[in-house]
């Protein structure tokens, strides 16, 4: 879940493991979600979005699983690995995109509080 | 694979002095944003760049930044008069046009550290 202040939630787990992690998004009105990855000193990674018509969504060993009734959004990375160790972000894009901005908004990302994930050999 | 590219990797300044960020987007993007990410917390969006104007800006984005796109290929951002709570990573991002839901690419980012 999330967390307030520089205090990030971890997440530990060993190679092969499958790993959930979650955020708890807040605004109703958002109708674009997607995880990223970040690992230290680079900016964020996408890995999977997802539109809120939708509830579930895979890619490769991942999967984006979203909740709108409780305002949940999870990833769930099958067989984890040492190189998927980083922090891990949800980010959500509200829906009140107006034709005046030519869809920037679109790319108007609220950012959850991150989740690092550290896997172990 | 294309990517964005930002220069400096990091720079150290002097409070009250002016510092340059620069991008250089994905050639055929059209859409161009600025986000910040201080140290430990999360990344936040600070502007959204559209048909050379600003189409959105947060609350951190105040008459200290501005963004320019000098040519074809570079997106700029400018911390005119810079404050010790500028210090933070600042990541310039792209995405395409004419994809309703398209990736949002982010460059590896700028470390800004001011003294």
């Known amino acids: 879940g999330e967390s307030v202040g520089l205090h990030l939630p971890t997440l530990s787990v060993q190679e092969g493991d499958n790993s959930i992690i979650n955020c708890a998004y807040s605004n109703s009105a958002s109708d674009y979600f997607i995880w990223y990855k970040q690992e230290s000193g680079k900016g964020p990674q996408f890995i999977i979005d997802?539109?809120?018509?939708?509830d579930k969504r895979q890619g490769q060993r991942v999967t984006v699983l979203l909740n709108k009734t409780v305002k949940h959004l999870s990833l769930q990375i099958a067989a984890t690995q040492p190189g998927d160790s980083a922090v891990y972000f949800c980010?959500?894009?509200?829906?009140?995109?107006?034709?005046?901005?030519?869809?920037?908004?679109?790319?108007?990302?609220?950012f959850g509080q991150g989740t690092i994930l550290t896997v172990h050999p | 694979e294309p990517e964005v590219t930002q220069t400096p990797s990091h720079q150290v300044t002097q409070m009250g002095q002016e510092v340059i960020l620069r991008c250089v987007p994905i050639s055929n993007h059209l859409y161009f944003y600025w986000y910040r990410q201080i140290l430990g917390q999360k990344v936040e969006f600070l502007v959204s760049?559209?048909?050379?104007?600003?189409?959105?800006k947060s609350e951190i984005f105040d008459d200290q930044f501005s963004v320019e796109r000098p040519d074809g290929s570079n997106f700029t951002l400018k911390i005119r008069s810079t404050k010790l709570e500028d210090s933070a990573m600042y990541f310039c991002?792209?995405?395409?046009?004419?994809?309703?839901?398209?990736?949002?690419?982010f460059g590896e980012g700028s470390r800004l550290t001011v003294l």
């Open positions: 991002a792209s995405r395409t046009s004419g994809v309703l839901y398209g990736e949002l690419f």
């Open positions: 980010a959500e894009n509200r829906g009140d995109h107006h034709l005046v901005h030519g869809g920037t908004s679109y790319g108007k990302l609220t």
């Open positions: 760049f559209y048909n050379n104007e600003i189409s959105e």
């Open positions: 997802i539109r809120s018509n939708m």
